[in-house]
């Protein structure tokens, strides 16, 4: 066949064309900017696709959520100087099963002060125990005024550690304070902090009292779903009652929220987010192996798992300066514990508690349908009473009980409920012979105001029965309610 009249090309000659056009296309490399393009988008996909599988579960998933990971890498880990400085200052991960693994968590308050650069003093030091066989962890906190002795620069507040040395300063400071091991740290600034409570979408809290502090900034009471701002005054505000301590409780109260928020956060594209806002505001010395690791074993930790403990002491002045003083003797035994158990005994924490005074500002924000009862007393004279019920609805099986003094004393005994505890405070009155002649009251307003969606508020004058006639009496129709069992121990 030839060529057309019309100046057309024949078919053949056509097929020739594209045969050639083909093989130019084949072996034109590819601009090497795009190559890396669609090396990104391979590692995001293969995260992507790692988190969509589960890849806690499975191996295709962890492979590719490991790719990612070793990916972002090099972000978070420090420069070739300090990270030779922190490896001679982290310990070495025993063997021992019964052994816990131990990580510094430094807060840093890079950018509060314009124009500072390097390190930094750090405003949060806590030291995480986990102990990965028997999901327990103990989280130390360590006030920023701790006095201490840094070689070379004499007698400082432990806050100055990092300022001064770095992330290896630090360590080996708590290292000599606590008698333990440390065998990771994170550091983290203010920025990043931000942006991973917006990441999960804010952190619900309740506030007992409004926070107003010139420094940090100010929070209205009530119930609050904190973003990345509003948590940043939470956990820095020092103009509260106990300073310092009632700092801490807040830090402590607000991680719990976090944690609970995280675990049920079940989205890839976040789980995603949080990963490269680590990686961008974190400095630490994890691999990213171990961060897998890490994951794995934090998402079968439960909350309530993990204990809050702050080193005993005392505040002090001396020479005109702020100290937070430790007690040598408590802090022997509570480390002492640590160590032994990665736990902490009631009676320590009872201890520590009575010492550090102070009150809770921010606390977790309970459901309307949270099993979770407050028992107010009308007056300071009925706080054995109020101690006496508490007891006896634990007994029953409510686990979170709280006690507390009423704003206004009350004639009569009364329980206040939200709508959707409306069953529950009913069954709670039928239980208790103490309560069988209280008033149910619907107030969202005592109840929102208490963050629980049940509060008793017992009369002026009110007695309550023997505790121990309750438990012989009342025996059988506790166990139809449950878990009297497991309460049994208590008056042993």
């Known amino acids: 066949m030839g060529k057309h009249s019309s100046g057309k090309i024949s078919y053949w000659e056509a097929r020739r064309r594209r045969r050639d056009l083909r093989k130019k296309v084949k072996h034109k490399k590819q601009p090497r900017t795009l190559k890396k ?44 100087k300090e990270k030779v400085e922190v490896s001679k200052s982290l310990s070495v991960i025993s063997k021992d099963p019964n052994k816990s693994v131990n990580t510094l968590i430094l807060g840093s308050d890079k950018g509060s002060n314009r124009g500072e650069t390097g390190w930094c003093r750090s405003d949060v030091m806590m030291l995480v125990c986990l102990h990965e066989r028997d999901k327990r962890a103990v989280v130390i906190s360590i006030p920023r005024d701790t006095r201490v002795t840094i070689p070379g620069h004499g007698t400082e507040k432990i806050n100055a550690a990092h300022a001064l040395g770095g992330p290896s300063s630090a360590i080996d400071i708590v290292k000599n304070l606590l008698g333990m091991d440390v065998h990771h740290y994170i550091s983290m600034d203010f920025e990043g902090f931000k942006k991973i409570v917006n990441a999960v979408g804010g952190v619900p809290v309740h506030l007992t009292r409004p926070i107003r502090d010139p420094h940090a900034g100010y929070l209205p009471a009530g119930d609050l779903l904190l973003d990345g701002e509003q948590a940043l005054v939470v956990v820095r505000s020092r103009k509260l009652p106990g300073g310092d301590l009632d700092r801490i409780k807040s830090q402590h109260a607000f991680l719990r929220a976090l944690i609970n928020k995280i675990h049920s956060t079940k989205s890839v594209w976040k789980a995603k987010q949080i ?218």
């Not at 090396?39 to 969509?52: D, N």
Request: with cysteine; proline share 4%.
């Open 275 to 492: 990963v490269d806002i680590l990686a961008s505001s974190c400095k630490m010395d994890y691999t990213a192996g171990e961060i897998m690791k890490l994951v794995e074993e934090l998402r079968a930790f439960p909350v309530q798992s993990v204990q809050f403990v702050t080193i005993p002491g005392v505040p002090k002045n001396i020479a005109g300066a702020s100290y937070y003083v430790p007690d040598t003797t408590k802090l022997a035994e509570l480390i002492s514990e640590v160590k032994k158990n990665t736990q902490v005994s009631e009676k320590i924490l009872a201890s520590i508690k009575a010492s550090s005074g102070g009150s809770t500002v921010v606390e977790e924000l309970y459901s309307p349908t949270a099993d979770v009862i407050k028992v107010l007393g009308s007056g300071r004279n009925s706080i054995y009473a109020v101690s006496i019920i508490a007891e006896k609805l634990r007994l029953l099986g409510h686990e979170k009980v709280f006690e507390g003094i009423a704003r206004y004393p009350v004639n009569t005994t009364t329980i206040y409920h939200r709508k959707e505890a409306k069953r529950a405070s009913l069954g709670i009155k039928s239980s208790l012979p103490d309560l069988s002649g209280a008033e149910l009251v619907l107030s969202d307003e005592l109840t929102s105001a208490n963050n629980s969606p049940i509060v008793v508020v017992l009369r002026q004058g009110f007695v309550p029965e023997n505790l121990v006639s309750f438990y012989g009496r009342l025996s059988a129709p506790a166990l139809k309610i449950g878990r009297l069992s497991e309460k049994n121990k208590r008056i042993e």
């Open 37 to 80: 393009r669609w090396l990104v988008i391979a590692f995001i996909l293969g995260f992507l696709v790692g988190g969509a599988l589960g890849f806690y579960a499975k191996q295709i998933g962890k492979f590719a959520a490991k790719l990612y990971l070793s990916f972002k890498q090099g972000q978070w880990q420090p420069d070739a």
